[in-house]
Each structure stands twice: as C-alpha cells, then as structure tokens.
C-alpha cells in the first residue's frame, strides 16, 4: 500500500518533467515558413540612359557673311523643308551680281564684234583679198570671246546664286531650337543660328561595355548581326519625370566598332514620335526585357547576403542548411530568378532568415 501511495505520489512529478521537456523541445524548434522552388518563366529588365535626338538634326548656318535682316520664325516653331528662316543682309551680294551682269553685257558685245569681223574677213578671203592667216587670227578672236562669254555666264550663275544665299530655308521638316543671334548680329559660314530637328521620329542612343554587347547578343537568335537586331524584343523607353512613353521602339544599329578610350559600342533605337512629345536633346531611359523560360523563381525574402555572396537556408529533415545561389533581381522587385545553386523541388526557408544560422532546428511550415 506504501508503495502503491509512493508511485502515485510520483507520476504527477514525471508527468510535469515530461511536458517540461517537450516544451525545451518547441522551444529549440521553432516554426519557420518554407518555400518548395519550381520552375517558372520569368522576365528580367535592364535600363540604359539614353540621349533623344531627332532623325535629321541639321544645324542651320549661312553661306555668306552678313547681318542678320530678318527673322521669320520663333524657338519651337513647326517648319517645312525650303521654308523661309532668315534673310542676311549682304550688300557685297548685290554688287558682285552688277559686275557679273555688267560682264556678260561686255562678253557679248565682243562676241557679236568678233563674229562681224569674222564674217567680213571670210568672203575676202575666200577671193584671196586677203591672206588665210587672217581669217584665222579673226575666227580665233572670235572663238575667245565666246570662251569668254561663257565665263561670265558662270560668274553671273554664281553671283545670282550667293545672292540666293541671303535667304536662309530649312532644309527638313523639323522643328527650330534655340536661335542663338537676333535681328541685326553678323553672322558667317562659321556661326550655327540654330538647329532644325527632323522628330517625325526620333532617336534614341545608349551604349554597352564590351563584356555586355557580347551577352547581349548572345542571348539572341540568329546567325549573323543583322539576323539578331530583326529578333530584338520591343524597347520600352522612360521619360525623364518617371512615366513611360506609350509608344515602344526597336533597335536600328550597333556601332561596327567599340569606342576605344571608353569601352563600349553605340545602340540606336528609333521610336515613333507623331504627337511630337519627344524632342531632340531630351533624355530619359530604355528598358530591354528579356524573356527567361523554365527557371527557379524564389522570393527575395529567402535570401541573405554575406560579404559578397547570395544565400538561402535549405531544409535538411529537422535542420537548415546554408547554400550559395546565383541571383538575378526581377522587375517586380519582390523575387529573384536563380540562375545557379538551387533545382526545382528544393524545400527553402521563406522568411526570417536573419534569425537563422547553419545548422539551426528548425519546425517547416
């Protein structure tokens, strides 16, 4: 009986360091989500800074010197090729195109006298009046004064033509920039009065560093350069206050030589500008995407980062167990593609991963 009292006195001792024990037990355990990685498609973005020019940025220069007479159009206005600028007030113009007139004038009256002696000359001579070598002499006369006229036909060909210099049209359709002189400033060949830009379409220029051009294009199908840049995908191109363009643009060229003191080779992609939102010497940013299929995606929230190395804890059984993985941020800024160190069906830690350390226990939820 004082045994049967002493076991009954007991048990409640060995059920209370039971439960103690089970409780360390949670304690050392605790619970931790888990991610179980699959293979998925996934699309990365990469952005580039990028210079917007137009089609045809033509800067606008006179072809003489002079002042300026007068101006017709104004910064920003929407211009037709052979439209009237500027006109250059030079009055060498006026004077050149008189002496050039004044010259054909002489060269014909020649002309008409060279050819009146000729043909007194020949009939005399004919009749043997007079010797041959005169006649030559006179049909020679006559034979440099029409050389002669016809250079001062060109004289005066290029004299009407500077004339036709001191109007200044565009040469495109486009759009004025900055006018860089006013009414009355003197100007010559060697000033740039202002640039017309053609944005019908526009331009817009990025480069890549050597090590990335060759990625690029090997991540594109097709044989030769050409083939390539027909599969590029559609640019997406951001404004310089943030909003995306709704237009999207393709890749036309990549410069034929890598710019030696920087590195890196030219791209060119074109976009659609009717609207005429887009104008030459803004700047803003490409976006490339890039399609990647079957590939292990996992939340950044996983991951941990030790000195120069990306990690994740994999769940061994009851424990964890830190594995190095290669790592590509996705534009949705919340999950990473792996590109290396993780299969699919690899159970994970999802979050928490802070509190973790190699070899922890841990309860997977």
């Known amino acids: 009986m004082r045994v049967k ?3 009954l006195g007991i048990l409640p001792v060995l059920l209370l360091a039971s439960c103690g024990k089970k409780q360390e037990a949670t304690a050392k355990a605790p619970v931790f989500e888990t991610w179980v990685t699959s293979k998925q498609n996934a699309e ?3 952005s580039y800074p990028v210079t917007i020019k137009g089609t045809e940025d033509v800067e606008i ?6 002042f300026i007479k007068d101006i017709y159009v ?4 929407v211009v037709k090729k052979g439209q009237l600028l500027f006109t250059i007030d030079a009055p060498s113009t006026e004077k050149d195109l008189r002496t050039a007139l004044a010259a054909v004038m002489s060269a014909k009256a020649q002309v008409n006298t060279a050819k009146l002696n000729v043909d007194r000359i020949r009939p005399l001579a004919e009749k043997n009046i007079v010797s ?4 030559s002499t006179a049909d020679n006369s006559y034979q440099t004064a029409l050389a002669n006229l016809d250079q001062a036909n060109a004289m005066l060909a290029n004299a009407r033509a500077s004339r036709s210099w001191a109007s200044v049209t565009s040469p495109v359709d486009g759009v004025v920039g900055t006018i860089t002189f006013r009414k009355g400033s003197f100007v010559s060949s060697s000033y740039v009065i202002t640039t017309v830009a053609n944005i019908g379409n526009v331009y817009a220029y990025f480069s890549l560093n050597e090590k990335d051009l060759n990625t690029f294009l090997k991540n594109l199908p097709g044989a030769t350069q ?3 840049l027909k599969n590029t995908p559609p640019i997406k191109l951001v404004l310089a206050d943030g909003t995306e363009y ?3 643009g393709k890749i036309q060229t990549i410069s034929g030589v890598v710019n030696v003191s920087t590195g890196s080779a030219n791209f060119r992609v074109e976009f659609p500008n009717k609207a005429g939102q887009l104008r030459s010497g803004s700047s803003g940013k490409i976006i490339i995407p890039e399609q990647l299929n079957n590939v292990v995606v996992i939340p950044q929230g996983a991951t941990f980062a030790r000195q120069d190395k990306t990690l994740v804890y994999k769940v061994q059984g009851d424990s964890v167990v ?4 290669s790592v590509i941020p996705l534009p949705d800024g919340l999950n990473y593609a792996v590109t290396d160190g993780l299969s699919e069906g690899v159970r994970i830690v999802k979050s928490g991963v802070a509190s973790l350390t190699n070899g922890a226990k841990i309860t997977a939820k």
Do not use: A, C
Request: net charge negative; charged share 25%.
């Open 5 to 7: 009292n002493l076991i």
């Open 44 to 46: 990365l973005q990469f």
């Open 61 to 66: 220069r006179p072809r003489l010197e002079g």
């Open 74 to 77: 104004d910064e920003g206005s």
């Open 132 to 135: 041959g070598v005169q006649l």
């Open 226 to 228: 050409t083939e390539k």
């Open 246 to 248: 709704p237009e999207s």
């Open 322 to 325: 830190q594995s190095v993985v």
